[in-house]
């Protein structure tokens, strides 16, 4: 099994950490704008209190120093890190980190899905039983598929039978032509494949920056790209992925996928109307 955690870094560098420290540099610089307001309020104690203030200053300066050197350390590891961690998995230097780990999510998302299928075919039925299950269902299939044969084909002669007796030009007869729906042309429709759709969209970030991207949506599935043909970035599964626009904004449209939101937004209204019907269509599928 994998491990949640991306990534481990001896000098405990996070976020947390870093706005913790920035926190109490803030409390100490709340201290030192107290004394000053305190001696802008009482000349008297300008002697005793503008020494303390001073030596807070010093003090404060020399620590402020100390920790800002610290934290730029630590966001200069943590930026050496990313870089690692984009070598490593053949990224370029500079790929945005919000797409680059919404791609790790999706992976680790789907590789669970699959070591869970593989755990639960330990419990599933031996090879000769499914087989006796698969030629008991065959036998089922053949005597349902005759019985239907022979339905059909009574209905059949019943039909012409009626047809003779009442005439062909009867309207009953041409009541039957009209309603019955030829076989193929109901597997037509079953077997219809939606048609892709592509071109250029406005993509939000979670910084709330709009990036332009090539998107290619075929089946269900929305791939885009940096740019048109290169820069591959992510694939969205959006089979029953709700898919709607946005009240405040009505050129833009709101896709909820398994691993996140995306807002995606067109040149006009009208281009912004086409996508979210074909994605609405490709959602359904």
């Known amino acids: 099994m994998y491990s949640p955690t991306l990534l481990h870094s001896n000098s405990a560098v996070s976020v947390?950490?870093?706005?913790?420290?920035?926190?109490?540099?803030?409390?100490?610089?709340?201290?030192?704008?107290?004394?000053?307001?305190?001696?802008?309020?009482?000349p008297k104690m300008l002697k005793e209190t503008g020494l303390r203030?001073?030596?807070?200053?010093?003090?404060?300066?020399?620590?402020?120093?100390a920790r800002l050197n610290v934290l730029d350390s630590r966001a200069q590891e943590m930026s050496n890190t990313y870089s690692k961690l984009l070598t490593k998995f053949g990224e370029k230097v500079g790929t945005?980190?919000?797409?680059?780990?919404?791609?790790?999510?999706q992976f680790l998302i789907q590789f669970n899905k699959v070591v869970q299928e593989k755990l639960s075919s330990v419990s599933r039925p031996s090879s000769a039983v499914l087989k006796y299950q698969s030629q008991d269902c065959n036998a089922q299939?053949?005597?349902?598929?005759?019985?239907?044969?022979?339905?059909?084909?009574a209905l059949t002669i019943d039909v012409i039978e009626t047809d003779r007796v009442l005439g062909e030009g009867s309207a009953t007869a041409q009541s039957r032509k009209n309603t019955i729906t030829p076989r193929s042309t109901a597997l037509k429709r079953k077997s219809k494949k939606l048609e892709p759709k592509a071109?250029?969209?406005?993509?939000?970030?979670?910084?709330?920056?709009?990036?332009?991207?090539?998107?290619?949506?075929?089946q269900g599935k929305l791939h885009y790209f940096t740019s048109k043909g290169q820069g591959y970035r992510q694939t969205i599964n959006i089979r029953g992925a709700p898919v709607r626009l946005l009240e405040i904004d009505r050129r833009?449209?709101?896709l909820v996928s398994e691993t996140r939101t995306y807002h995606l937004r067109a040149k006009t209204s009208a281009s912004t109307e086409e996508w979210l019907k074909a994605l609405q269509n490709h959602s359904q599928l």
């Open 141 to 153: 299939k053949k005597e349902t598929s005759n019985k239907s044969k022979s339905l059909q084909k």
């Open 53 to 65: 203030l001073k030596q807070e200053v010093e003090t404060f300066l020399g620590e402020y120093c």
């Open 252 to 254: 833009v449209i709101e």
């Open 199 to 218: 071109d250029y969209l406005e993509k939000k970030s979670s910084d709330g920056k709009w990036a332009k991207r090539y998107f290619d949506l075929e």
């Open 96 to 105: 945005d980190s919000e797409d680059f780990f919404a791609t790790i999510s």
């Open 16 to 42: 947390t950490s870093i706005l913790a420290e920035i926190e109490v540099m803030g409390n100490e610089l709340k201290k030192i704008e107290h004394n000053g307001s305190q001696i802008t309020q009482h």
